[in-house]
């Protein structure tokens, strides 16, 4: 009589099932860790001002430029540069609410056409509330020293 040695035909074998949970756990702990903040996405650097920000009634369309003159609707980048490019996107996201209020956000490095070009695109599709973002003024401990 002969007997079998069952050991011989085990096959290893990969069990994927610890590997699913480890990965899974990252994911969470990457999705629970990461912050969803619009600003975090550009680093601008607002003109200063005094004064109060002004009261809205509803939530306003933002419209960022950047210091290199690149534009940003919402959370969209704007490919182009030109005012028909803009006017499209606005467009698209707006919708026909063109008494909503606009949010212009723009470098305090940006070039002065590419705000001009915003209020342009703007002014033609017929917004006509729209704030400037500005930073607060900072006050020297010093006064009168530099």
């Known amino acids: 009589m002969r ?3 069952h050991r011989a035909d085990d096959e290893p074998e990969i069990n994927l099932v610890p590997m699913i949970d480890v990965i899974l756990c990252l994911i969470i702990f990457f999705v629970v860790t990461t912050t969803f903040d619009n600003r975090a996405v550009l680093r601008l650097q607002l003109p ?3 004064g109060e920000p002004a ?4 939530q306003p369309l933002t419209v960022l430029v950047n210091a290199d003159g690149r534009y940003f609707v919402a959370d969209r980048e704007v490919l182009r540069t030109d005012v028909e490019a803009l006017k499209r996107s606005i467009a698209e996201v707006a919708g026909d609410e063109r008494g909503r209020p606009v949010l212009l956000r723009a470098d305090a490095r940006t070039p002065h056409q590419s705000v001009v070009t915003a ?4 002014g033609q599709l017929g917004f006509r509330q729209i704030m400037i973002a500005t ?3 900072q006050r020297n401990a010093k006064v009168g020293s530099k």
């Open 135 to 137: 930073a607060p003024e």
């Open 48 to 50: 200063r001002a005094n």
């Open 55 to 58: 009261p809205t009634q509803s």
């Open 3 to 5: 007997i079998r040695d």
């Open 119 to 122: 209020y342009e695109a703007l």
